[in-house]
């Protein structure tokens, strides 16, 4: 089992930024890879950021530069630093792991954290 910890969401007024965190614990913790996604309000979870093991990164189109996500692999952490950030930008952000087990990938989920960008 995989527990996974989000913090650092926030208000802020569009165009500033936020740091979210995200840590992932139990017990022979092997992650593959690991990722952000959001929710908004009415609307359907959606892929923003992941990146491998070995650090292969890929972002959403609607990034479009301003998100930047890294991990530290030896604390089984991650991050996503979101700068100029626009009210569409509002919603939940959930943390996503990933393990293989017997040829499967089993996902992981945090229980997510309230981003919100006013106007």
């Known amino acids: 089992q995989v527990q996974l910890v989000e913090s650092g969401g926030g208000l802020v007024e569009a165009g500033g930024s936020l740091r979210l965190s995200c840590a992932a614990s139990?017990?022979?913790?092997?992650?593959?890879?690991m990722g952000w996604y959001r929710q908004a309000p009415g609307k359907q979870r959606e892929f923003v950021a992941t990146?491998?093991?070995?650090?292969?990164?890929k972002y959403a189109d609607f990034v479009e530069g301003r998100f930047t996500i890294s991990r530290d692999n030896a604390k089984n952490t991650m991050s996503l630093q979101m700068n100029s950030l626009k009210p569409e930008d509002t919603a939940v952000y959930y943390c996503n792991a990933q393990t293989r087990f017997m040829g499967d990938t089993i996902n992981y989920w945090g229980q997510g954290t309230q981003v919100t960008a006013s106007s």
């Open positions: 990146i491998t093991t070995g650090g292969t990164i």
């Open positions: 139990g017990s022979r913790l092997s992650l593959n890879a």
